[in-house]
């Protein structure tokens, strides 16, 4: 095996996606990146391919439209990881340090084919976890293009997701993957806040068994065994016990960033 992954047929897609890069974006291209589960050492068969792609100047309208086709024929591709790609598009500029106002980007969701503008990717836990563990696809250490993330970047960015996770559950049906998903995201936030680090969502579920109470317990360890087949779980009801108790711990972790952002200003 030669590339940047594990899986031959996703390093094969990854060389055919750079190509694309350079074809299209040509001297503005800065570097391609993995974050994500890639990055922190967790990702297997099931995971999205996150990737952040930097360019030295903005992505105009002709190499947008160049980009939208270029996604279009790789997710024709027979091999799944070619439907799997997400990430954004970002200027050097840009991505340099933490964005408050969070911008919309050019973006590419899971499984879609469209690209869009979504403020997905701009966050600081992407850029933590870029800056630290990201993989080069292409161009310069991500460290010399991103200034360091704060514990309490982290924290803030935990809050303004927490906002984002209340408002989509009191508009959409959760799933039962959704579920174990929001479960062990919440255990990440929670050691973000703790820890001031970025940690992969089956660390921070056995961190959270060993430094939350007992109350927990039985949930946590549900979303970590019931993490393998995403994809057929998709399709099935969230329990709504289990996901009653998912909202009680979001509440708990919303308290916890809280007291921690409270305590840094006083």
């Given at each position: 095996m030669t590339g940047?992954?594990?899986?031959?047929?996703?390093?094969?897609?990854?060389?055919?996606?750079?190509?694309?890069?350079?074809e299209i974006l040509g001297e503005s291209l800065c570097g391609a990146y993995l974050q994500g589960s890639f990055a922190l050492g967790d990702a297997d068969e099931h995971s999205?391919?996150?990737?952040?792609?930097?360019?030295?100047?903005?992505?105009?309208?002709?190499?947008?439209?160049?980009?939208?086709?270029?996604?279009?024929?790789?997710?024709?591709?027979?091999?799944?990881?070619?439907?799997?790609?997400e990430g954004s598009y970002i200027s050097k500029a840009k991505l340099r340090r933490v964005d408050p106002s969070r911008v919309a980007l050019l973006y590419l969701d899971n499984g879609a084919t469209q690209l869009e503008r979504d403020n997905h990717c701009n966050t600081a836990v992407v850029r933590w976890t870029l800056r630290q563990r990201g993989v080069v696809l292409l161009g310069p250490d991500p460290k010399s293009l991103?200034?360091?993330?704060?514990?309490?970047?982290l924290v803030d960015d935990v809050l303004v997701a927490l906002g984002v996770w209340e408002k989509w559950l009191g508009t959409h049906t959760m799933s039962r993957r959704g579920r174990g998903v929001l479960v062990l995201t919440l255990c990440r936030m929670l050691q973000s806040v703790a820890e001031g680090r970025v940690t992969t969502k089956r660390e921070a579920g056995e961190w959270a068994l060993r430094n939350l109470g007992p109350e927990w317990t039985l949930l946590v360890q549900w979303a970590l065994d019931d993490?393998?087949?995403?994809?057929?779980?998709?399709?099935?009801?969230?329990?709504?016990?289990?996901?009653?108790?998912?909202?009680?711990?979001?509440?708990?972790?919303?308290?916890?960033?809280?007291?921690?952002?409270?305590?840094?200003?006083?």
């Open positions: 940047p992954t594990r899986f031959d047929d996703l390093n094969d897609i990854l060389e055919m996606f750079l190509a694309g890069l350079q999205d391919v996150d990737f952040i792609v930097v360019t030295h100047d903005e992505v105009t309208e002709t190499q947008a439209g160049e980009l939208q086709a270029m996604h279009e024929r790789l997710y024709g591709l027979e091999s799944p990881w070619a439907q799997h790609l991103i200034e360091p993330v704060t514990a309490g970047d993490r393998p087949d995403p994809w057929t779980k998709v399709r099935e009801p969230a329990d709504p016990a289990t996901l009653e108790q998912a909202l009680v711990l979001l509440d708990y972790v919303l308290s916890e960033a809280r007291q921690a952002a409270g305590t840094r200003r006083e």
